[in-house]
């Protein structure tokens, strides 16, 4: 079997696995088995063994982190993803309803990644960076945190709309939703400043400029922006819990297009290595 | 009256910093949507970016003084009043005299605002002097050609008011070395210059600028043409060592050159004039390829180019200040949130209250459980608040390095999170001994039985369980027959435990010991949650999974459900 086949084998193999969690998950929330709930986490947690082989296959074969293609880039932000949901279900268990939105949106990641083109391709000088390993590393646990963001706030919405069921009930009030929703988006927030910041300080060091208005930085920036306005909106304007969820679900958009969308789209420096 | 303070207070009107912080967002979308990007250089830009600027001065200067009047100012007690926490208790007193501790946590979370938009200021004010003052410049060096200080650059963007660039000594460029993958893509690129080495991602700091290499480079043909007209044409790189260039004759001859290696003896060249291909061969390094209508082209040399851009900005250490401060003012907004500690104790004779309070920063329901805590330590803390005030020095510390591994460790704990766990048997000997505990409190009417075992939330409800049983002269006498754990599920400090039980009751006439009314016998499906304190595990609350299969059909007793602490099934189960 070649390396990429034992790759994309894994990496079918998580996504079972991941696929089992959700329905694990489903039962134990939806039909009102929560003694089921451990079994769901410890499934899901098996799915990253294979994920993490699949990784570090990826990383032994073609000699860089998952910094290039889109094949690489979004399974490692899937499973950035899952580990951060998993720390965080390990802490807070009657939070386990995020799961139902956070795994399948990270398996959707994951899919949308194993069905581009995985050739492997050669690091440029330029990416030869400690500070590219940061400004990565930081934008995929940005993108963790938004997607618990997300997972959080379309659950807080749901209680807010009256819907009742045993996993809805386990969870806190709408208060302390709202409260870890907004904690989730500062987490992200704060990853995002440093992966504008490392990034900024890496492209001083290969172009020798730390800010130039290249399309991909400027939607960084507003998305940045955006996620400034929410945090600032809620602290001067009081935002109620149910506007709080709605710009949470809005800003998470537009993180997503920054990050995976617009890369692919906008001729860029950043695109440059995406565009394949 | 300060002639500012109109407009200080403008600056600082939430409703203006939001519209700055869209205006500029509007601005990134815009410059980022369309094709040019002169929006970035247009008046209006300029002017959001000073009023935003300006907006972050007054703002920075009004958080440094409240920062630096919260952090001289310890909170007082009249403050916990309006705190989203508090609870007052008696018990049974500690000392005779009165005591009040009031302590902070985390008080660097005061300064994260503060920090942060520092931060942000800086960057400000060093991307605008970068605009203004600073000059940059690229310049395409052949090896062997010497930069000269002044006007040597091939193209420089030299800021509104800036001079233009140059470096205070000639540069030469003494050779131009890179390495390829296997699959033939460029890996490392360097130069070696008079003044050392530059490489990608390696600047070189040079008189008064610094100069940095991108991945432009590849040979060059120094060609002359018809003996009398010199030209240097660089090749580049389609991304797989294929160099090619082109020039054109003083008569319009196009001619087009390649080669596939970085040092080549020579160049494949074609002649065309339009569409027409007049001649092709190979021109080696000192010969002369001679051309129709009389031409002759001359290959002088093939030294390597490299392009290297330079830049002056003498305010980087500014911008990068502004970035450190703005990613560490970040973090410290978000993970260090200060909290407020309030525990006052007032002597009642053989008893005291106890006040206890917390006041959060930010995230206040975040912190309900961190409340609980404190109040089931001074529950079950009979030495006053010395030690509590250790431990929660301690778990302040623990608490910060906690937020930190659970957001930047995160491979080995997804992994490592099965460990120091309770088993089931250990889950199902902590329910035994809850239930044991709790049944010889209601046999013998004595509520202090069960501090042990329960928390304050699961004391409260079953002080008053016990409670009314003594009002009505009676006792429980219970018997567990049955009981299997289902299921248990353990976070750091708390743990569910789901069990099945099966259970006899009978209640019993405080002094004769007779039974009153007819016995039961039930079955429950119920789930414990246990919290560990001081590594004990108490129960903190116990819910019915599933509605109670009650075996009697009369209550031997009455009492107002609305005093039974909104326990469901009273009747049921102890």
């Known amino acids: 079997m070649t390396p990429f086949a034992q790759e994309i084998s894994f990496h079918w193999t998580a996504v079972v696995f991941y696929i089992g969690g959700v329905i694990a998950f489903a039962y134990a929330l939806i039909f009102a088995h929560p003694n089921k709930l451990a079994q769901a986490k410890w499934l899901t947690a098996v799915g990253l063994v294979p994920h993490t082989v699949a990784l570090a296959l990826r990383y032994h074969h073609v000699g860089h982190g998952p910094y290039m293609m889109k094949y690489e880039v979004l399974s490692s932000n899937a499973w950035i993803a899952i580990v951060m949901l998993l720390i965080f279900l390990w802490r807070k268990p009657n939070w386990s309803a995020l799961a139902l939105v956070a795994l399948p949106a990270a398996i959707l990641m994951m899919g949308f990644g194993l069905f581009t083109n995985p050739e492997a391709r050669s690091l440029p000088p330029t990416l030869r960076s400690m500070w590219l390993v940061f400004h990565i590393l930081f934008n995929k646990l940005a993108v963790g945190a938004f997607v618990l963001s997300l997972a959080s706030a379309i659950v807080l919405l749901r209680k807010l709309n009256g819907a009742t069921g045993r996993w809805l009930d386990r969870l806190p009030g709408v208060d302390v939703l709202e409260a870890r929703t907004v904690r989730f988006v500062g987490f992200g927030f704060v990853f995002w400043t440093t992966t504008i910041g490392m990034g900024s300080i890496w492209a001083n060091q290969s172009w020798g400029r730390y800010w130039g208005w290249d399309p991909i930085e400027s939607w960084s920036l507003v998305t940045w922006l955006a996620y400034a306005i929410l945090l600032h909106a809620r602290r001067f304007f009081k935002l109620n819990a149910r506007q709080t969820a709605w710009a949470t679900i809005a800003c998470f958009i537009l993180s997503v297009l920054t990050v995976l969308i617009f890369p692919f789209i906008f001729p860029s420096m950043h695109s440059a290595y995406f565009q394949s | ?574």
Not at chain 2, 136 to 152: C, I, K, Q, R, Y
Not at chain 2, 326 to 333: H, K, L, S, V
Not at chain 2, 419 to 426: E, L
Request: net charge positive; hydrophobic share 45%.
């Open chain 2, 1 to 574: 009256m300060n002639p500012f303070a109109p407009i200080k207070r403008f600056l600082r009107k939430p409703a203006v910093i939001l519209g700055e912080i869209a205006a500029v967002a509007v601005a990134g979308a815009l410059g980022a949507l369309l094709p040019d990007r002169h929006i970035f250089q247009s008046v209006w830009f300029a002017a959001v970016t000073m009023l935003t600027a300006a907006s972050l001065a007054v703002v920075v200067n009004e958080q440094f003084r409240r920062a630096w009047w919260q952090w001289r100012q310890p909170p007082s007690p009249a403050q916990f009043q309006s705190a989203p926490f508090k609870t007052e208790f008696e018990r049974l007193a500690t000392s005779a005299n009165p005591r009040q501790k009031i302590w902070s946590e985390r008080r660097l979370g005061l300064a994260g605002s503060l920090v942060f938009h520092t931060g942000l200021l800086l960057l400000i004010f060093a991307g605008a002097w970068r605009a203004l003052f600073v000059s940059e410049g690229t310049v395409d060096l052949l090896e062997g050609e010497t930069l000269a200080p002044a006007a040597a650059w091939s193209a420089q963007w030299p800021g509104v008011f800036g001079k233009p660039l140059r470096l205070q000594q000639p540069l030469t460029l003494e050779a131009v070395s890179g390495s390829r993958y296997a699959d033939g893509h460029l890996r490392d690129l360097r130069v070696k210059s008079s003044a050392g080495e530059i490489a990608v991602n390696r600047q070189l700091d040079f008189g008064g600028s610094r100069l940095y290499l991108g991945q432009n480079f590849g040979p060059s043909a120094l060609l002359e043409w018809n003996s009398t007209r010199r030209q240097a044409v660089l090749l580049t790189d389609d991304g797989r060592q294929n160099y090619s260039g082109e020039s054109t004759s003083p008569n319009g001859l196009r001619v087009y050159l390649s080669c596939n290696a970085e040092r080549p003896s020579g160049f494949s060249v074609r002649a065309m004039r339009g569409n027409a291909l007049l001649a092709a061969g190979t021109l080696d390094v000192g010969r002369i390829l001679a051309l129709p209508a009389g031409e002759s082209l001359a290959l002088r040399g093939a030294p390597m180019w490299a392009r290297l851009h330079g830049c002056a900005d003498s305010t980087l250490w500014l911008a990068y200040a502004g970035m450190i401060l703005t990613m560490t003012g970040a973090a410290m907004m978000f993970c260090l949130i200060k909290l407020d500690f309030c525990v006052v104790i007032t002597p009642l004779g053989e008893k005291e209250r106890v006040f206890i309070a917390l006041k959060p920063q930010r995230f206040a329901p975040l912190f309900q459980e961190r409340f609980e805590k404190i109040v089931r330590e001074q529950t079950s803390n009979r030495s006053g608040v010395s030690a509590e005030r250790r431990q929660h020095i301690g778990t302040g510390t623990a608490a910060l390095c906690r937020d930190a591994a659970t957001l930047l460790l995160l491979a080995g704990l997804a992994f490592t999170s099965g460990c120091d766990r309770v088993s089931q048997t250990q889950a199902k000997q902590l329910v035994e001994r809850y239930n044991q505990v709790v049944s010889e409190a209601y046999r013998r009417g004595d509520v202090r039985l069960i501090d042990p075992v329960v928390g304050p939330n699961e004391g409260k409800k079953l002080t008053g369980l016990i409670g009314v049983r003594l009002d009505l002269g009676i006792t429980l006498d219970s018997q567990l027959l049955a009981l299997d754990v289902i299921g248990v599920e353990q976070a750091k400090d708390s743990l569910l435990v789901q069990t099945k039980e099966r259970w006899s009751y009978r209640d019993l006439k405080i002094g004769t010991g007779a039974q009153v009314g007819e016995a039961s016998q039930d079955a429950y499906e119920m789930t414990y949650y246990f919290t560990n304190v001081s590594k004990a595990w108490l129960v903190d609350e116990i819910k019915f999974a599933a509605p109670p299969q009650v075996g009697r059909t009369n209550t031997p007793w009455v009492a107002d459900r609305a005093t039974l602490h909104g326990t469901t099934t009273t009747e049921a189960k102890p």
